[in-house]
């Protein structure tokens, strides 16, 4: 199946467009503000290990492609039945929704190979519910895995020591909002709070932390049923949701779902099983071998990179660069694009930016783009003036117009392929100038504290390149 978004039609009405940039000045930079409980305790007593020796003082673009060159000569050159294929399109069997995390990559964890995995990547692994003004990137991920791709099971998945359900459970009602995002996107999961308050207040701080990142899963598959190609999938019986949650103290991890009967329920189940047994291997060859790497992990993460990929399941940056747990604070969407700010639109960007800058101190935020992208070729296939066709694919594209309209200016004469080619450079470039409306961002590079990078992986040729604006 191709990655192209060729999506049944669905009736949008038009929404209003909010302001961008304009919002930054309404609140000052939260980064003197981080002994809030909100963010404490985020760096750990110890760093963690780093990876491969050969890793450990390399710059942090030389590390990347180091790790990249690694990953092409051990896995992308050895194995073309694989990546071969891939090149034509994805047809991944998940829609996965995890933490941006450092320490809990699901395609490391549970085994996932490239083009199994259709991921997105946020604060706490929340998805809202549905909201055409706001949640545009949560949304269009949805859309697209579930209307082009045809996923057959959506997993969203916790893990234990999550910071953003530590923030969720340190939020105090009536309380004003101390950071830009960080408040807002947690929120998603008001509900899961409530409940653990009330079901299980004799538990201490951590032990309700421990339940609420489980029932902030079940609020998220409630979420879900909110999207109606989610639910029109659910009632044909083409679609299953799932739970998971990882813990990485213990190395477990657990899947649920509602009871449901029929081949689609086996089919599921066998689903499951997969990513379980992915998991089983993981644990085994991994986790168990390597306690150097883990048992630090478990206090706290100290991420180097925040990194912004695509949800593409063939582009995972964990695998093609060969990230270590621990190595990389990762959110992925469509088209791994970064949205100017906005406080009203775009929470979980703004709040994975602010949490990655002003509490993890990461070091480098890079922005990777990919060859064959399906949200660049709906951003190009755009024609001005004509009404959206879809509830939010259009909408979170078009964050990459200043970038189409140069392409179409500069290489009017070239062909729709290599247009699309040059804008998934370009594209990035719009995204790296947009992460300079943030504050903390602006605040991070004054300082020398903090670096931009553009990347682009071709996976047809094999290539990863970089560079700096």
Same mark, same amino acid.
């Given at each position: ?17 909010e302001?961008g940039s304009?919002?930054?000045a ?13 963010l404490? +305790?985020q ?7 780093p990876p491969?020796?050969?890793?450990k ?7 990347l ?7 092409k ?9 694989l990546?071969?294929?891939?090149? $034509? ?10 933490? $941006? ?11 996932l ?10 604060i706490?692994?929340m998805?809202?519910?549905y909201?055409k ?5 949560? &949304? ?5 895995a ?5 996923v ?12 953003g359900i ?10 004003? +909002?101390?950071? %830009?995002f ?24 951590d032990g ?27 009632a ?8 998971? %949650?990882?813990d ?19 089919? !599921? ?9 992915g ?9 168990d ?6 048992e630090?992990?478990? $206090? ?6 925040m990194?912004?990929?695509?949800? /593409?399941?063939r ?10 747990? &621990? ?19 775009y ?8 949490? $990655? ?6 070091e !480098? ?5 990919h ?6 070729k ?5 024609? +001005?003036?004509?009404? /959206?066709?879809? *509830? ?18 500069? *290489? ?19 995204s ?17 504290t ?5 990347? %682009? ?7 990863f ?5």
């Open positions: 199946m191709s990655g192209c978004l060729c999506l049944p039609c669905y009736k949008k009405a038009a929404a209003p467009k302001g304009s919002a930054a309404a609140k000052p930079s939260p980064i003197d503000s981080l002994t809030s409980s909100l404490q +305790d760096k750990p007593t110890h760093l963690p290990p491969p020796p050969s890793f003082s390399m710059d942090a673009v030389e590390r492609k180091s790790g990249f060159d690694q990953f000569a051990d896995v992308y050159d050895k194995r073309p039945e990546f071969e294929p891939l090149k $034509a399109g994805q047809a991944p069997r998940y829609m996965v929704f995890a933490c $941006a995390d450092s320490r809990v990559c699901p395609s490391v964890t549970l085994g190979q490239p083009g199994e995995a259709f991921t997105i990547r946020n706490a692994n998805v809202p519910a909201d003004n706001r949640y545009a990137g949560i &949304g269009s991920a949805i859309e697209y579930v209307c082009a791709l045809k057959e099971v959506i997993v969203v998945i916790g893990h234990s020591r999550c910071g530590k923030a969720l459970l340190s939020l105090q009602d009536g309380a004003p +909002d101390t950071f %830009h960080v408040e807002d996107w947690v929120r998603i999961g008001f509900p899961a709070k409530k409940k653990v308050q009330t079901e299980c207040a004799s538990l201490p701080f309700q932390c421990d339940v609420l990142e489980k029932e902030a899963v079940n609020v998220s598959l409630e979420n879900l049923k909110s999207y109606p190609f989610v639910k029109e999938g659910l044909n019986g083409t679609l299953k949701l799932v739970g998971g %949650h990882y990485f103290v213990s190395g477990k991890f657990d899947t649920w779902e509602p009871l449901t009967f029929g081949v689609l329920f086996l089919q !599921a189940m066998d689903a499951v099983e997969r990513l379980k047994s998991f089983d291997k993981f644990k085994a060859d991994v986790y071998t390597k306690p150097e790497l883990f630090p992990l478990k $206090a706290s993460q100290s991420p180097r990179y990194v912004f990929a695509c949800a /593409d399941s582009v995972c940056p964990s695998v093609t660069l060969g990230l270590q747990p &621990g190595e990389a604070f990762t959110v992925r969407n469509i088209a791994s694009m970064v949205p100017a700010y906005d406080k009203t639109r929470a979980g960007v703004g709040s994975a930016i602010e949490y $990655a800058v002003c509490a993890l101190k990461v !480098a935020i890079v922005v990777i783009g060859s064959r992208c399906g949200g660049i709906a951003l190009l296939s755009l024609q +001005d003036g004509a009404p /959206d066709t879809f *509830h939010f694919v259009e909408d979170w594209v078009r964050i990459g117009c200043p970038a189409k309209k140069k392409v179409q200016d500069e *290489h009017a004469t070239v062909p729709f392929a290599d247009q699309c080619s040059i804008l998934e450079k370009e594209a990035v470039n719009v790296l100038e947009n992460l300079k409306t943030y504050p903390f961002v602006m605040e991070g590079l004054g300082k020398g903090l670096k931009l990078v553009g990347a %682009h992986y071709d996976f047809v040729s094999g290539k390149e970089t560079w700096e604006p």
